[in-house]
């Protein structure tokens, strides 16, 4: 039983609604602006999650098909795992469109995508002399990082001396739906190119329940329809029908202290207890040393683990468990006023969406994907 299994189980328990609640008057205008300035500009990129490459395709770009004015950028490429990432990319250039991985933090990787974005204004005006201006516009869902893209290249393209020192900044933030109005950023010169970082465009249907857990798992969208400790349990799922847990084998306590467990409550109530002697003082979840106790503990709720994850109550009862091993390693009491599992919750999605608890892929492979 995987993330895809889970989500269903997930679909369940949600109400129903047929409008999104992402999809508000202001999103729904700033489509229309964006859709009317697409015939203008010479270069679109659609920024994606490198995480979900399909799950984060921005629908207005749908009926797009690849061309030397299309770039498919998948954005937090640091965040996602290496080889299914490169076949995710071998896919899009197999459905002729140009993709490349980016990692907006990653100077050297902006400079590389700022080259491939100089080479195409080129391509596209090989007639005209350099004396041009060339526009770039960003789009994509929520959270994706066109923001953090469009500061990047302006950064690391702006060339005259002049230019030093007046740089403008979009804001970023990983809260959904940060970016209210287009703004156009200066990241090139002879010929001038300006990028436009533009505000997330997300269709107004609401998704099916895996597409919609991935969205709200990566961050694209708030916690509107599904809940927190509901993701982090989809997560969990995910990770429990995984491998990533076996890196993490050296954080484990149980071999160093010779206990041999074969069932889960055992090797939680001891775990539990190894943590209670450690006496540490709580303090921020994102400190190395509150990670490596959320990795060991993971590594151990599932390497302790005698039942079949492949059945739903199995898989329900480990998740269950973990919620309150990790409820220790992360230092939450009973008396902390919320309910502690939507803390913990909170604190792992957090942990997750930053990247320390492993790189995933979560969308598989399109056999028969009709649309990109
Ligand atoms: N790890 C990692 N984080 C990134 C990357 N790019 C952006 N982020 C983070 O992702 C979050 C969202 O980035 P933004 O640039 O605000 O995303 P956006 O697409 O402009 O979001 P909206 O304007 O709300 O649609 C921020 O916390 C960024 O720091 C990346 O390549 N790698
Ligand atoms: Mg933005």
């Not at 702006?158 to 970016?179: N, W, Y």
């Not at 006496?279 to 959320?294: A, F, L, W």
Request: with cysteine; aromatic share 8%.
């Amino acid at each position: 039983m995987g993330g895809r299994d889970y989500a269903k189980r997930i679909s369940i328990g949600m109400k129903k609604i047929s409008k999104a609640p992402w999809y508000d008057s202001f999103m729904a205008a700033a489509t229309s602006a964006i859709k009317e300035r697409l015939p203008f500009v010479d270069i679109i990129v659609h920024v994606r999650d490198a995480r979900i490459p399909f799950s984060s395709e921005c629908e207005l770009l749908r009926n797009y098909t690849g061309s030397s004015r299309h770039i498919i950028a998948l954005n937090k490429m640091d965040l996602a795992g290496g080889s299914a990432l490169k076949s995710w990319m071998e896919y899009f250039r197999e459905n002729n469109f140009i993709c490349c991985g980016v990692n907006a933090h990653n100077k050297d990787n902006i400079r590389e995508f700022l080259n491939l974005i100089q080479r195409q204004v080129r391509e596209l005006r090989r007639t005209d002399h350099t004396n041009y201006t060339a526009t770039v516009m960003l789009i994509g869902i929520p959270n994706v990082g066109k923001s953090a893209i469009a500061n990047a290249l302006h950064q690391v393209g702006r060339i005259s001396a002049a230019e030093k020192g007046k740089l403008k900044h979009a804001i970023v933030s990983p809260e959904p739906g940060e970016t209210k109005d287009i703004r156009s950023f200066k990241i090139g010169s002879h010929p001038n190119i300006y990028v436009l970082d533009t505000p997330a465009v997300l269709s107004p249907e609401v998704p099916d329940v895996d597409v919609l857990c991935k969205l709200n798992l990566t961050g694209a969208i708030g916690d509107c329809l599904v809940g927190k400790k509901e993701i982090a349990q989809f997560f969990l799922a995910i990770l429990n029908s995984s491998e990533q847990y076996r890196k993490w084998a050296h954080l484990s306590t149980k071999a160093d202290d010779g206990i041999f467990l074969n069932s889960t409550t055992e090797c939680l109530t001891s775990f539990g207890l190894q943590k209670k002697e450690k006496k540490k003082i709580p303090t921020d979840h994102t400190q190395d040393d509150i990670v490596h106790d959320v990795r060991g503990t993971l590594f151990e709720t599932i390497s302790c683990f005698d039942g079949n994850i492949r059945n739903e109550d199995e898989m329900d009862a480990l998740i269950g468990n973990q919620f309150y091993a990790l409820q220790e390693a992360f230092h939450v009491s009973n008396e902390c006023g919320e309910v502690p599992h939507d803390k913990v919750a909170a604190k792992l999605l957090n942990l997750f969406r930053t990247g320390r608890l492993g790189h995933y892929i979560l969308d598989h492979l399109p056999t028969n994907i009709h649309s990109l």
